[in-house]
């Protein structure tokens, strides 16, 4: 085992990130030591290299960003009898108190007291990082090393699409960056009637077609409201599916919703926004919910049963690259012009 490691680090407050070496991290008596294999860029990790007015609150340098990952585990603490050398694992990257409310009644995904893992610990875009091993889960064993990386941000979609009727309904989904778009094809292989998806990206719009959205709806161009309204035979959609945090986008959806359909809101709006809660809520009978993170670990099995039963994410990993190319992934968040990107802190397999 070498002793030092290669890993982006933020290391003072405002904006970039250095590559530096840094000592191998020495797992805890709980925790596994995990080699990277791969490591996929998350808007979080843009937020955190540009320092937005979020990080400027919540980040403490020196930190090492990235929490969505697939690696070996090459070391265990001294107390740890769930995991060994040579486990194949991904993060649930929300590390939970095990003693507030929501953790003694089996809801830790909105856990009071939750750490993220790149957020608040040292993360993924390193050679190695060690992680607590209950949040260390164990993939199968031929499971590509991309896929299993973004299964973090699929079990957001995942939770999303299950948390409403979606067999036989018609669904709409606004936002379709990398969580909306996993959206689709899980939403699609749940037996959705129709998937329309809109967004404001060239990009974004041609991925929505390739995950298999139905029709997509070009919001700079078109009468989001009407193009629903028509598409679903005019009542509205059963079902909004909200991935973009996009206080117009929000509003478009929840007018094209029909009474007494469903909304499942996941994108995070970047400040407080007006709704015409009576005429778009309230009279029409909807049902809102709100979606933190992913059940722990109900939506991680339905994730592996998703991907073991056929769903297919290859369209949505359009870049692959050496972790040491870190800037010009954050150059790809920037623009928007990317699906996943992966970084590889051990180097870009050849296949
Ligand atoms: P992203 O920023 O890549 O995707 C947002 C998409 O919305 C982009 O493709 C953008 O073009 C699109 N958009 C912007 N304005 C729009 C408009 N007016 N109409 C339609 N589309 C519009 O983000 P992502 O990584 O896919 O994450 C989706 C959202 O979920 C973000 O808001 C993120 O902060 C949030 N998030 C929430 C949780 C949670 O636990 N609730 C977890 C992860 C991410
Ligand atoms: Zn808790």
């Not at 090492?64 to 694992?89: C, K, M, P, W």
């Not at 005019?234 to 478009?252: R, W, Y």
């Amino acid at each position: 085992m070498p002793t030092t490691m290669k890993a982006v680090r933020k290391l003072t407050p405002g904006p970039g990130a250095s590559l530096v070496t840094v000592p191998v991290p020495e797992p805890g008596p709980l925790d596994v030591l995990v080699k990277v294999n791969a490591t996929s860029v998350c808007g979080t990790d843009y937020h955190i290299y540009s320092w937005d007015p979020w990080s400027q609150g919540r980040i403490k340098p020196p930190l090492t960003t990235g929490h969505e990952l697939a690696g070996e585990v090459v070391a265990v603490g001294s107390q740890v009898t769930t995991h060994r050398v040579g486990d194949f694992i991904s993060a649930e990257t929300h590390i939970v108190c095990g003693h507030c409310q929501q953790c003694l009644t089996g809801q830790y995904h909105v856990c009071q007291n939750t750490r993220i893992l790149g957020v608040d610990t040292d993360g993924a875009f390193a050679q190695y990082l060690s992680l607590p091993a209950s949040n260390a889960w164990k993939n199968d064993p031929d499971l590509p090393a991309d896929v299993a990386s973004v299964q973090e941000p699929l079990g957001n979609a995942v939770h999303t699409v299950l948390s409403v009727p979606i067999t036989g309904n018609v669904v709409a989904v606004t936002g379709c960056g990398p969580i909306g778009l996993m959206a689709i094809a899980v939403a699609r292989l749940s037996g959705a009637t129709a998937v329309f998806a809109v967004d404001v990206n060239d990009y974004r719009l041609d991925l929505a077609r390739r995950m298999g959205a139905t029709e997509v709806i070009d919001g700079r161009k078109e009468d989001v409201v009407a193009r629903l309204r028509r598409l679903s035979g005019g009542g509205g959609v059963d079902v909004l599916l909200e991935f973009s945090g996009n206080p117009t986008a929000i509003n478009q959806g929840l007018k094209a919703l029909r009474p007494g359909g469903k909304a499942a809101m996941l994108g995070l709006p970047s400040r407080p926004l007006e709704i015409d809660l009576g005429n778009d809520i309230v009279m029409k009978g909807i049902e809102v919910k709100g979606i933190a993170g992913r059940r722990m670990y109900d939506t991680w099995f339905k994730v592996k049963g998703l991907l073991r039963g056929g769903l297919d994410l290859r369209p949505l990993i359009t870049h692959r690259l050496p972790l040491e190319a870190y800037e010009d992934a954050m150059e790809l968040m920037r623009q928007g012009n990317c699906g996943k990107v992966i970084l590889y802190p051990h180097g870009v397999p050849n296949n």
